[in-house]
Structure formats: structure tokens, C-alpha cells
């Protein structure tokens, strides 16, 4: 990952310890936007949705948000009526310091599930995460969030419109309870081109598409998850999101900083090893070809031998076949360990050796490519091992 993380015009952050849940260290972060700010997010699909979620949601519809409020240790999830008043109290609490309005501050959590969310330390930080805001402090805010990450996730891009540079900069958390829809992630990206919410909105979906809802660590989706895009307008550059060039050059910063984002939450998975790439082509659909992928991915049977490095083939064949694919001719179905050829015509190909095998997933990173014969669909998703530390970090999470 990249590790030059420029600043974004219009955009402060700051990090405080306030004792939530940790003890020394930071677990709670602001991200204040510049007056007039445009913003755009997109949330979990868990039905048991935090009260952060319930209530970011509800507060972007009513007003473009000023303040980012986020803390880490304690998702406010699981808590009912009494985790909607601790939400909207935090809100209350950072709004009154800063003199804005409640709905001008957008809450978001993430940690245990089930616990109350004190509003105490709340209460005790806002002023010196008021007073200690900069737009250098992306780093500080990154570690902020963390839960089990073992390490801040940070990606920046620049680009040149006329001659004016426009930054595009995000974070992100996340390391186990990573599926699509989103994950136990929370992503917040921001950039200083000029750009109002509505056509935000759209830019930020086409991007987590092949990012964020592209991932998967262990299947699990969670509660709390949200990505947020905002736009400060500061550069003084205004980009669209049709064919304009500085549209196309600010599509491809987002998708960008988005994709480098979600690479090191499989990077950084609960306990993995290996970073692996499973691409699904000649699929009658889309949808085909992500049922297969996430089959494999989420396969416990395939996942333990990526962390043994065992080319146990019949295991990938296994899962190909659970998929549900319907009218699936075996004969015509072709799996890969990079470029190494596992199965063809339905068995082991011809050529294939264990060696070969081996040397592949003795790498660090690499790709399962199942071709189905079927038709032109393609997809790609990100995944990674389950090792003993996957294990052990779940059993001890709340220890």
C-alpha cells in the first residue's frame, strides 16, 4: 500500500483517547467538513443495522453534514431504543461544542455488538477533538478506528485539472467480519473537487462495487458498516461524473483509493497469510459468476489448505460444483493456480504435477481462475487464509 497520504483541502481531522472501551490509546476520531460540503455513503444491508447506521442514515437525508464522529471499541448494535438515544446524545454532545446542529453530525461505531454505548466520553472529548482538528491528522484518525486491524489502512491520489491539483484521500478499518454489503468495515474518503451530493452518490457506488463489495474474509457481514465519499469543493475544481475528462480522472481516483483501501483490509484479515484473487470467467451471468467465486472463497475445506499451502485441487473442484450452477457441463470447466492448470475435462489435467502446485501456493499472493464454459461473464473477488490466528482472535475478541 501507498504511504504517502496527502491532506484534502476543506477536510480536518482529530483523535482522542476516550476510553470507550480501550485504555490508552485513541478510539475515537472527528472528520470535520467544510461549510457547504457535498456527501454521499452507502451502508450495511444487515438487518440488524446499528443505531449509528439508523441514524447517519436519517441525518444525510435531512442536512449535508458538518462532522464525521467516529468510535471504535463498541459497535452500538444489539441495544435497542437505549443505543438510538446514545447515538443521537453523542451527536447532541459533539454538535453543541462545535454550534452546529444535531443533524449536521453523522455517528458511526464499530466494535463489540450488545454492549450500551456510554455517552460520558463523549461528553468529556468534544473539545479536544475540536481543538486538536488538522488536515494532517489522517494517520492519528486511521488508528483511531482500528478494532482488530493490526495496521491503519490510508490511500491518496492526486490529479491535475488545468492546471489545479485535486486530492482524493480515504481510510479505512476492517480485518475480520468482511462480506459484501458491506463488511465490518467503515471507509471515509474525501476529496477537495467541486462536486454536488447527487452526483456523488453514483461515483461512490460504481466504486465500491469492485472494492469494498469484492472482498470477503470470512462471509460474515456486519451490523455497522458504512463507506462515506465527500467533496469539500476546496481546490476550486469542479468535476462531474459524465464523459468530461476531469470526471473520467476523478472516477478513477475514487475507484482507485477505493480498491487500494479494500486490498489491505484482505491484506490485513483476521489471522491471514495470503492474499488471494479468485476469478470466475465464461459464466452465463454475472451473478453466476459471483455465486461461484464466494463458493470458493467462503469454502472452510478451501481456505485451511491456502494456509497449508496444500494444492488439495479436489477441494476448489468440490466447491465449484456446490455453487448451484445450473446445466454446468463438468467436461467444459477449467481451474488454474495462477497459470498453472489444475483441471480440465472434468479431472485433473493432464500436464498438472504437485510441484507446480505447490510452488504457487507457497506464495504469498496469487489467483484461482475457474473458467465455466458456459458464457462471457467475469467477475474477481479479494480473499485471503483461515489460519489458528483467526481462531483465536474471534474466541478472544471480548477477553
Same mark, same amino acid.
Not at 16 to 36: F, H, N, S, T
Not at 193 to 216: D, H, K, M, W, Y
Given at each position: 500500500m501507498r504511504t504517502e497520504v496527502f491532506p484534502v483541502a476543506g477536510v480536518r481531522l482529530a483523535a482522542?483517547?476516550?476510553?470507550?472501551?480501550?485504555?490508552?490509546? +485513541?478510539?475515537? %476520531?472527528?472528520?470535520?467538513?467544510?461549510?457547504?460540503s457535498a456527501a454521499a455513503a452507502v451502508f450495511t444491508r444487515n438487518a440488524f443495522c446499528a443505531a449509528p447506521v439508523i441514524l447517519a442514515r436519517r441525518h444525510l437525508d435531512q442536512?449535508?453534514?458538518?462532522? /464525521?464522529?467516529?468510535?471504535?471499541?463498541?459497535?452500538?448494535?444489539?441495544?435497542?431504543?437505549?443505543?438510538m438515544a446514545a447515538s443521537r446524545e453523542s451527536c447532541r454532545l459533539?454538535?453543541?461544542?462545535?454550534?452546529?446542529?444535531?443533524?449536521? !453530525?453523522? #455517528?458511526?461505531?464499530?466494535?463489540?455488538? *450488545?454492549? +450500551? /454505548?456510554?455517552?460520558?466520553?463523549?461528553?468529556? %472529548?468534544?473539545?479536544? =477533538? =475540536?481543538s486538536s482538528l488538522g488536515e494532517d491528522n489522517w494517520l492519528p484518525a486511521a488508528r483511531a478506528i482500528m478494532t482488530t486491524d493490526t495496521v491503519p489502512k490510508l490511500a491518496s491520489r492526486r490529479f491535475q485539472v488545468e492546471g489545479k491539483t485535486v486530492?482524493?484521500?480515504?481510510?479505512? $478499518? *476492517?480485518?475480520?467480519?468482511?462480506?459484501?454489503?458491506?463488511?465490518?468495515?467503515?471507509?471515509?474518503?474525501?476529496? +477537495?473537487?467541486?462536486?454536488?451530493?447527487?452526483?456523488?452518490?453514483?461515483?461512490?457506488?460504481?466504486?465500491?462495487? #469492485?472494492?469494498?463489495?469484492?472482498?470477503? !474474509?470470512?462471509?460474515?457481514?456486519? @451490523?455497522?458498516?458504512?463507506?462515506?465519499?465527500v467533496a469539500s469543493g476546496a481546490a476550486g475544481v469542479e468535476v462531474d461524473a459524465e464523459a468530461t475528462?476531469?470526471?473520467?480522472?476523478?472516477?478513477?481516483?475514487v475507484n482507485e483509493v477505493c480498491m487500494e483501501l479494500a486490498r489491505a483490509i484482505v491484506l490485513d484479515g483476521e489471522g491471514a497469510t495470503k492474499l488471494v484473487e479468485i476469478v470466475v470467467e465464461e459464466a452465463g451471468s454475472e451473478a453466476e459468476?459471483?455465486?461461484? &467465486?464466494?463458493?470458493?472463497?467462503?469454502?472452510? =475445506? !478451501?481456505?485451511?489448505? =491456502?494456509? &497449508?499451502?496444500?494444492p488439495n485441487w479436489g477441494r476448489i473442484l468440490a466447491a465449484v460444483g456446490r455453487a448451484g450452477v445450473s446445466n454446468l457441463d463438468i467436461s467444459k470447466v477449467r481451474i488454474w493456480l495462477d497459470d498453472v492448470c489444475i483441471v480440465s475435462q472434468g479431472k485433473r489435467d493432464a500436464g498438472y504435477t504437485e510441484e507446480a502446485g505447490q510452488s504457487v501456493m507457497n506464495q504469498p499472493g496469487f489467483a484461482i481462475r475457474v473458467a465455466l464454459g458456459k *458464457?462471457?461473464?467475469? @467477475?474477481?473477488?479479494?480473499?485471503? +487464509? /483461515?489460519?489458528?490466528?483467526?481462531? $483465536?482472535?474471534? %474466541?478472544?475478541?471480548?477477553?
Open positions: 482522542v483517547a476516550a476510553g470507550i472501551r480501550y485504555q490508552g490509546r +485513541d478510539d475515537l %476520531a472527528l472528520m470535520e467538513l467544510a461549510d457547504g442536512a449535508d453534514p458538518r462532522y /464525521l464522529l467516529i468510535n471504535s471499541g463498541n459497535a452500538n448494535a444489539g441495544t435497542g431504543e437505549a443505543g459533539l454538535a453543541a461544542a462545535a454550534g452546529v446542529a444535531p443533524n449536521q !453530525v453523522l #455517528p458511526f461505531s464499530t466494535g463489540v455488538i *450488545g454492549e +450500551d /454505548l456510554p455517552t460520558d466520553p463523549f461528553a468529556r %472529548a468534544a473539545p479536544d =477533538l =475540536l486530492t482524493v484521500t480515504g481510510m479505512s $478499518k *476492517g480485518s475480520g467480519m468482511i462480506r459484501p454489503d458491506m463488511a465490518t468495515m467503515l471507509a471515509f474518503v474525501a476529496t +477537495d473537487a467541486l462536486i454536488s451530493s447527487s452526483r456523488l452518490q453514483p461515483v461512490l457506488e460504481a466504486a465500491v462495487g #469492485p472494492s469494498f463489495n469484492s472482498i470477503t !474474509v470470512d462471509g460474515d457481514t456486519s @451490523t455497522n458498516d458504512a463507506c462515506v465519499l475528462a476531469s470526471g473520467r480522472a476523478f472516477r478513477q481516483a459468476a459471483r455465486g461461484v &467465486a464466494y463458493t470458493v472463497a467462503h469454502s472452510p =475445506l !478451501v481456505k485451511t489448505a =491456502l494456509f &497449508a499451502a496444500d *458464457g462471457q461473464a467475469r @467477475t474477481r473477488i479479494l480473499t485471503c +487464509d /483461515l489460519s489458528y490466528d483467526y481462531v $483465536k482472535i474471534n %474466541a478472544e475478541y471480548r477477553s
